[in-house]
């Protein structure tokens, strides 16, 4: 079992930063890749960001490639998403999942955190 808490959404202002964090524990977290998706009131969950176990590699959506940044301190059991030039679309609850899969399929994502809210004012 993997237990992940995300923290840091809140509010903020079109163009400004935000972080969002997210805490791990359980299982050997450094064996799992971790993503971030999002879900906005009446649309379906997003895939935003996502990092593997060892941190080598990551992978971002389009809508917020050169905005977001996600990285991972596995001595600290600890994900991060840097968001940057924060946009009204990017309003929603974020969630952090953990999955043995290298994947940005929301299904293969086996341990979900309950989310945290970012909402961007224009």
């Known amino acids: 079992q993997v237990q992940l808490v995300e923290s840091g959404g809140g509010l903020v202002q079109a163009g400004g930063s935000l972080s969002v964090s997210c805490a791990a524990s359980?299982?050997?977290?450094?064996?799992?890749?971790v993503g971030w998706f999002r879900q906005a009131p009446g649309k379906e969950r997003e895939f935003v960001a996502a990092?593997?176990?060892?941190?080598?590699?990551?992978r971002y959506a389009d809508s917020v490639k050169g905005r977001f940044t996600i990285s991972r301190d596995n001595a600290k059991n600890m994900v991060y998403l840097q968001m940057n030039t924060l946009e009204p679309e990017d309003t929603a609850v974020y969630y952090c999942?953990?999955?043995?899969?290298?994947?940005?399929?929301?299904?293969?994502?086996?341990?979900w955190g309950q989310g945290t809210q970012v909402t961007v004012s224009s």
């Open positions: 990092i593997t176990g060892s941190g080598g590699n990551t």
């Open positions: 359980g299982r050997t977290v450094s064996s799992f890749a």
């Open positions: 999942a953990a999955s043995t899969k290298w994947t940005t399929m929301s299904r293969s994502y086996d341990y």
